[in-house]
């Protein structure tokens, strides 16, 4: 099934609404429990936001990424950075889709449309971030289970999860050989599982990043990815362009939220007897900013048609992510010093942009990765 134009307008309205009137008046409330409260998923669930691009018959919305796009973007312009959905419904699933067995499948995607359960992967290590390769976490195999052990930090969603990708290693003899993806099914009280704090961040408080710790945690056999071990290195190389994809849809929507806040507050206050967008200088940084809203736009959007028709290699994917999530961060700063001193507060929207938006540089491989990577292909 692929989208026309109208029924990605009809969803972008859908979406928006959902932010804006039943998550977004939420924030503080998240913001103080370190968490979103697990009924704004299921509410997603219920409303056909989740897994939008898996097939009907896992319980999905039977589209394409292009919906997984506008539900990004809406997220975005609404201002809400407290639900983890490019993980939940951009990310996990498309693993299970691509890897799970078709019993898996059955079991698992519905449960993660409906949102009665959320989704996290867990690669990152406290030793370990980019390198994927070296993590340490182990699996080894004992008759029909694996008994995991080790420890990984920066998970998104790790505190809500109730299905976890694990990347571990199978063999510690190899290297990129040697990792594999496991998938676990946990809840606070599953034996050799422990969730550690909720992760205090310089932005996206709302939403829970989380230390997960792993003490002879028991998967079944039947959980691993794919038809053998050591295959999950190059699962995750397949599935990276996509996550980066997701970053650079989230970029373009900020950048120009960003314009378009900050055009509306320079035409409103005054200074020096007249709009600040009177000024010369507000109307010059503008003028360059907005530019780089349109080009910014213009390459995610072709970048989105490559993944479409099934074009996007990792050389394009990681350019994407390094260079718009660079913009994101210069405009925004730029927008913010329009601001002035009302910049720093956080009640206005171009303070959240700054501190929620930092990030953006270094999750999905950080953005001195994605350069070495690019220059690979050179």
């Known amino acids: 099934m692929t989208a026309d134009p ?22 503080e409330e998240f913001i103080a429990q370190g968490r979103p409260s697990r009924d ?20 999905g919305g039977g589209g394409t990424f ?46 993660l449309a409906s949102g009665e359960w959320i989704g996290a992967i867990a690669m990152t290590e406290p030793g370990t971030g980019s390198d994927l390769q070296n993590i340490t976490t182990k699996a080894i195999r004992e008759g029909d289970e694996y008994v995991v052990s080790g420890a990984k930090t920066f998970i998104s969603n790790g505190r809500n999860c109730d299905l976890l990708i694990i990347a571990v290693k199978t063999d510690p003899t190899q290297g990129a050989r040697g990792v594999s993806l496991l998938v676990a099914e946990v809840a606070d009280d599953t034996p050799g599982f422990e969730r ?29 990815l794919g038809d053998a071990e050591g295959q999950g290195f190059f699962q995750l190389m397949q599935q990276l362009p996509q996550e980066r994809l997701i970053t650079g849809v989230g ?22 007897g007249k ?30 048609a490559k993944h479409l028709r099934g074009e996007l290699d990792v050389k394009t994917a990681a350019m994407v992510k390094y260079w718009t999530t660079d913009r994101q961060n210069e405009v925004v700063d730029r927008c913010l ?37 690019i220059a690979r292909f050179l």
């Open 275 to 304: 709009p600040l967008f009177a000024l010369q200088n507000t109307r010059m940084e503008l003028a360059e900013c907005a530019t780089i809203a349109a080009v910014v736009r213009t390459f995610v959007d072709d970048a989105l």
């Open 6 to 27: 109208g029924e990605l307008t009809e969803l972008s309205k859908l979406a928006r609404a959902f932010f804006t009137e039943e998550v977004v008046p939420r924030r």
């Open 337 to 373: 010093q329009l601001h002035g001193g009302y910049g720093y507060m956080e009640e206005f929207p171009i303070a959240r942009m700054w501190t929620d938006g930092r990030i953006a540089r270094i999750y999905a491989g950080a953005n001195e990765v994605m350069k070495d990577l």
């Open 66 to 111: 292009a919906h997984e796009a506008v539900l990004i973007t809406e997220q975005v312009k609404a201002g809400d950075t407290c639900m983890q959905l490019p993980v939940h419904t951009g990310i996990v699933p498309h693993y299970l889709l691509a890897y799970a067995s078709e019993e898996n499948k059955h079991r698992w995607l519905p449960k």
């Open 40 to 59: 704004v998923y299921r509410r997603a669930g219920e409303l056909g936001l989740l897994c939008m691009s898996i097939p009907e018959e896992y319980g």
């Open 251 to 272: 970029a373009a929507a900020v950048i120009e939220n960003a314009v378009e806040t900050t055009i509306e507050y320079t035409k409103s206050r005054t200074a020096f």
């Open 196 to 224: 550690g704090r909720i992760l205090k961040k310089v932005g996206q408080k709302g939403q829970d990043t989380t230390e997960l710790f792993f003490d002879g945690l028991r998967v079944p056999v039947a959980n691993l």
